[in-house]
């Protein structure tokens, strides 16, 4: 079975300060995408970044990168130079190449203080 | 602007009464998917649809039922809403074309409450 494990429920981060947000997951799939979504308190789930299981280089997209470790199958979050806007729920998900099944993990909730 | 369009964002229901939620996307998508979000547990799958009229259970599809008639329209059916499915319903989609990197666009959500 997949399991996505996100192991801090709550998180807090001084404003322009870095974060990291974990996510480890468990599959024996060969090939498996790794995406990020933020879900802001209008409810909306936001994608935000996505590493594929044979991207050998880092995924980044502005102030969002991720930590890949394929052998500790793990893909944390960097969130650089947060902003008062990235307090939100951050969950990480996994895609299978089987039915196009997503499974999330449980989420972090991340407060930017002023 | 592609969208994914849930039909309510608050609802309000009465145990025993029979619920409807309706999700609309216009990307021509072939995948769409209900989820159930509760604290503490993230989301959680009801049932999936990859086309018209095909549908999957996921991890939770007790007392839901779904409909699939149009490729741009997929229902959640709660026969008789209990107290215990006041929850977040989250309706996504996604495209077929390719396999495990296709991300899943999701709509603004509707949180049901049954008293």
């Known amino acids: 079975a997949q399991k996505i494990t996100q192991t801090q429920p709550g998180m807090f981060v001084q404003e322009k300060e870095a974060v990291t947000l974990d996510c480890t997951y468990d599959?024996?799939?060969?090939?498996?995408?790794l995406f990020w979504y933020k879900q802001p308190s209008s409810g909306e789930m936001i994608f935000l970044i996505y590493?594929?299981?044979?991207?050998?280089q880092n995924a980044t997209e502005g102030r969002y990168s991720l930590n890949f470790q394929k052998a500790r199958k793990s893909t944390n979050l960097v969130i650089s130079a947060s902003q008062l806007g990235d307090s939100a729920m951050y969950f990480c998900?996994?895609?299978?190449?089987?039915?196009?099944?997503?499974?999330f993990g449980t989420g972090t909730s991340l407060t930017v203080i002023p | 602007d592609v969208k994914v369009t849930q039909s309510s964002r608050y609802l309000v229901k009465r145990t025993g009464e029979k619920v409807f939620l309706e999700c609309v996307q216009d990307?021509?998508?072939?995948?769409m998917f209900w989820y159930r979000q509760d604290p503490g547990l993230g989301l959680r799958l009801i049932y999936f649809?990859?086309?018209?009229?095909?549908?999957e259970k996921g991890d939770i599809p007790e007392g839901y039922s779904v409909s699939r008639e149009k490729k741009e329209r997929f229902s959640l059916i709660l026969e008789s809403a209990s107290t215990n499915q006041t929850s977040m319903y989250l309706c996504?989609?996604?495209?077929?074309?390719?396999?495990?990197?296709?991300?899943?666009?999701f709509g603004s959500g509707t949180q049901l409450s049954v008293l």
């Open positions: 998900a996994m895609g299978r190449n089987t039915g196009n099944q997503f499974y």
């Open positions: 590493q594929g299981s044979y991207d050998e």
């Open positions: 649809s990859y086309d018209v009229k095909m549908k």
């Open positions: 599959t024996s799939d060969q090939s498996y995408g």
């Open positions: 990307m021509d998508h072939e995948n």
């Open positions: 996504a989609s996604s495209s077929r074309n390719r396999g495990y990197d296709e991300k899943l666009f």
